[in-house]
């Protein structure tokens, strides 16, 4: 996940990542009051799995991915951007350097959650939306690789508030309408700046996948992998790290969640 400045990410003129967002034991609480949510039940054999950067599919969508990959459906998961602008200014890596770490990081999560490893697709960080030409190109060609098999995509939502998350659900979008194929979204900062019951949000979609307690585990064991983000690169200001405890606690639940 690469955590881009206020300016560049419309929902957090009010929100910025280093403040706290909306705290998980609220979204806890609102949950308990609002009651059982639908279950996300992807009835496909094959799932391709959208990520706008090195983290993304694990932190929204890890536990799903691994759920559905024991029961036999293929898993292709695709990163589109390397993740190179996660640190603007480190004096400890530079972005080619941060973008090889992140790519064995990505690496190491899957395999973690018993997956292959994620696709590669190395367009510049924090760009995407200047490229979503070249994402549909992907994303078409790997709908390509299996025309007659069940398959969907399942992307970063297109209203997540990143540039590059909202770029990678805009071309699912269209790509899923080109071939006919369902398009199900999945959150990541939207739980940072929505409100329980943000009229900005579409709940009535949301469907929700109950993790296995192995799941559970196997997703902050693969979270853990992330070090450049989840851990300072250095003790100098622009090396602070990207997901905070306060972020990290609303994305690494019994439960995700899945717009359909």
Do not use: N
């Not at 603007?88 to 770490?101: F, K, N, Q």
């Not at 070249?134 to 790997?142: L, N, S």
């Amino acid at each position: 996940m690469t955590a881009d400045g206020p300016t560049s990410m419309r929902r957090f003129g009010t929100t910025p990542t280093s403040a706290a967002g909306t705290p998980e034991s609220e979204w806890q609480r609102w949950f308990a009051a609002r009651g059982p949510w639908p279950d996300f039940e992807p009835d496909v054999r094959r799932l391709v799995v959208l990520a706008a950067h090195p983290d993304d599919e694990v932190l929204g969508v890890g536990g799903a991915m691994a759920a559905v990959h024991r029961r036999g459906v293929e898993v292709v998961a695709l990163c589109l951007s390397d993740g190179s602008a996660s640190h603007p200014g480190s004096p400890t890596l530079s972005p080619a350097e941060l973008a090889v770490r992140r790519r064995t990081e990505v690496d190491t999560a899957t395999a973690t959650l018993g997956l292959g490893p994620t696709r590669w697709c190395g367009l510049g960080d924090g760009t995407l939306s200047a490229h979503e030409d070249e994402i549909e190109d992907i994303v078409d060609a790997t709908l390509a690789e299996a025309p007659d098999i069940p398959t969907a995509l399942l992307a970063v939502w297109e209203h997540d508030g990143h540039p590059d998350h909202e770029a990678v659900g805009r071309c699912a979008r269209r790509v899923g309408d080109r071939h006919a194929v369902p398009v199900w979204m999945y959150p990541i900062w939207m739980w940072h700046w929505a409100t329980p019951g943000d009229p900005d949000v579409p709940w009535a979609q949301l469907r929700t996948l109950v993790l296995d307690d192995d799941i559970a585990a196997a997703k902050r064991a693969a979270v853990d992998a992330f070090d450049t983000q989840i851990r300072p690169l250095s003790p100098a200001p622009e090396d602070v790290a990207v997901l905070g405890p306060h972020i990290l606690d609303r994305l690494i639940r019994d439960r995700e969640f899945v717009f359909v």
